[in-house]
């Protein structure tokens, strides 16, 4: 995938981890009996236990970019995968079940990907000190066996917002998110604010399609083809929606309307098969390089070198960039160079809370 622009850091070699989301080897796909599957390395490879977030392998998002990593890391050391999914009902037990079953079946790593398996995973790391974990999008204070992943989504955020501000024909644009939470919240801020550095008259609509610990929102396209439907209504004509699977519903329709515009988020979303045939109306995605971080932690137990501690994943080191696939975006790259460039020599300050 083409990248709005070429910096990253050259010690992070898996930046150019491959952006299709067809699974490498046999990994278990089964989202909920969590199946594993054995590769033709006998054994000798990495144990993955993998604990994905609502909508799981598939949701051509977030998880699925975690999938990438989990994918290729198999293809090349071999061993067993299990994978899990989250349900919009479990409980905080259900999240601690779950981790504790993947640490107790022998996996290691065991990964948790999303910020929904901090608190389940701060107790059942405790339990398995000889296992190391990884969590995405979360810290986890205390123990000493987790690696926490995360990414400037703020930043991959502000050069969208600085894109759909130049896209615009209305001057109104808009943001769907799909919990109201802090994560969630980094990608608002980093939006608006893009948007009203380069417009500032540029209007903003911001919704969020569920709340608290409701997180039906990341896993809801008919809840993101109602909300972006309702925007373009009001005379919107680029749509920002980062919620998971919901967004899917985003795309579809606001490919719906002539001359409006989708910006995707976590996967390049033009590049996805299952939605091909809205393509043209996918200005652009924030890609969220979850695959990055998840790879690096399994080499590094492969390795024998556990990474621990809070490694961050940030634009200045290929975490997150904009996809150019369909070249809606190449007009627009001098500007959008430009503000890369602001955000990683620290010229510009990107907000993580709106």
Same mark, same amino acid.
């Given at each position: 995938?083409?990248?709005?622009?070429?910096?990253?850091?050259?010690?992070?070699?898996?930046?150019?981890?491959?952006?299709?989301?067809?699974?490498?080897?046999?990994t278990s796909s089964q989202k909920d009996s969590g199946t594993s599957s054995s590769s033709s390395a006998g054994g000798?490879?990495?144990?993955?236990?993998?604990?994905?977030?609502?909508?799981?392998?598939?949701?051509?998002?977030?998880?699925?970019?975690?999938?990438?990593?989990?994918?290729?890391?198999?293809?090349?050391?071999?061993?067993?995968?299990?994978?899990?999914?989250?349900?919009?009902?479990?409980?905080?037990?259900?999240?601690?079940?779950?981790?504790?079953?993947?640490?107790?079946?022998?996996?290691?790593?065991?990964?948790?990907?999303?910020?929904?398996?901090?608190?389940?995973?701060?107790?059942?790391?405790?339990?398995?000190?000889?296992?190391?974990?990884?969590?995405?999008?979360?810290?986890?204070?205390?123990?000493?066996? &987790?690696?926490?992943?995360?990414?400037?989504?703020?930043? #991959? +955020?502000?050069?969208? %917002?600085? =894109?759909?501000?130049? !896209?615009? $024909?209305?001057?109104?644009?808009?943001?769907?998110?799909?919990?109201?939470?802090?994560?969630?919240?980094?990608?608002?801020?980093?939006?608006?604010?893009?948007?009203?550095?380069?417009?500032?008259? &540029?209007?903003?609509?911001?919704?969020?399609?569920?709340? #608290? +610990?409701?997180?039906? %929102?990341? =896993?809801?396209?008919? !809840?993101? $083809?109602?909300?972006?439907?309702?925007?373009?209504?009001?005379?919107?004509?680029?749509?920002?929606?980062?919620?998971?699977?919901?967004?899917?519903?985003?795309?579809?329709?606001?490919?719906?309307?002539?001359?409006?515009?989708?910006?995707?988020?976590?996967?390049?979303?033009?590049?996805?098969?299952?939605?091909?045939?809205? !393509?043209?109306?996918?200005?652009?995605?924030?890609?969220?390089?979850?695959?990055?971080?998840?790879?690096?932690?399994?080499?590094?137990?492969?390795?024998?070198?556990?990474?621990?501690?809070?490694?961050?994943?940030?634009?200045?080191?290929?975490?997150?960039?904009?996809?150019?696939?369909?070249?809606?975006?190449?007009?627009?790259?001098?500007?959008?160079?430009?503000?890369?460039?602001?955000?990683?020599?620290?010229?510009?300050?990107?907000?993580?809370?709106?």
């Amino acid at each position: 995938m083409r990248r709005v622009s070429k910096i990253a850091a050259a010690g992070i070699a898996t930046a150019a981890l491959a952006l299709s989301a067809t699974a490498c080897g046999s990994t278990s796909s089964q989202k909920d009996s969590g199946t594993s599957s054995s590769s033709s390395a006998g054994g000798k490879g990495v144990k993955i236990g993998v604990a994905y977030d609502v909508g799981g392998r598939g949701d051509h998002s977030f998880n699925d970019s975690a999938a990438r990593g989990i994918d290729k890391a198999k293809a090349e050391f071999g061993g067993d995968v299990k994978e899990l999914t989250a349900k919009t009902t479990d409980t905080e037990a259900d999240r601690e079940q779950r981790l504790t079953d993947l640490a107790g079946a022998g996996f290691n790593p065991v990964i948790g990907i999303g910020y929904a398996y901090a608190n389940s995973m701060k107790k059942v790391a405790v339990k398995y000190p000889n296992v190391t974990f990884g969590i995405v999008d979360s810290v986890v204070e205390g123990p000493k066996n &987790v690696d926490n992943i995360v990414f400037t989504e703020e930043q #991959g +955020s502000y050069l969208a %917002g600085v =894109a759909a501000a130049l !896209k615009t $024909k209305t001057n109104h644009v808009g943001f769907i998110g799909g919990v109201d939470v802090p994560l969630i919240k980094k990608f608002e801020a980093g939006f608006n604010q893009g948007v009203k550095d380069t417009k500032p008259d &540029v209007k903003v609509d911001n919704q969020y399609l569920s709340h #608290g +610990s409701d997180t039906s %929102g990341f =896993a809801s396209p008919d !809840k993101g $083809k109602q909300a972006a439907q309702g925007m373009l209504d009001n005379g919107a004509d680029v749509v920002y929606t980062a919620a998971g699977s919901s967004g899917t519903g985003a795309i579809e329709a606001v490919s719906g309307k002539k001359g409006a515009w989708a910006i995707g988020v976590d996967s390049d979303q033009y590049q996805q098969a299952s939605l091909s045939k809205y !393509k043209n109306a996918i200005l652009t995605s924030v890609v969220k390089n979850v695959d990055i971080g998840v790879y690096d932690l399994i080499k590094s137990i492969k390795d024998g070198k556990p990474l621990v501690g809070t490694n961050s994943y940030p634009l200045a080191k290929g975490g997150v960039s904009l996809a150019t696939s369909g070249g809606f975006i190449d007009d627009l790259k001098s500007q959008l160079d430009a503000a890369q460039k602001k955000i990683v020599d620290g010229t510009i300050k990107v907000k993580t809370t709106p």
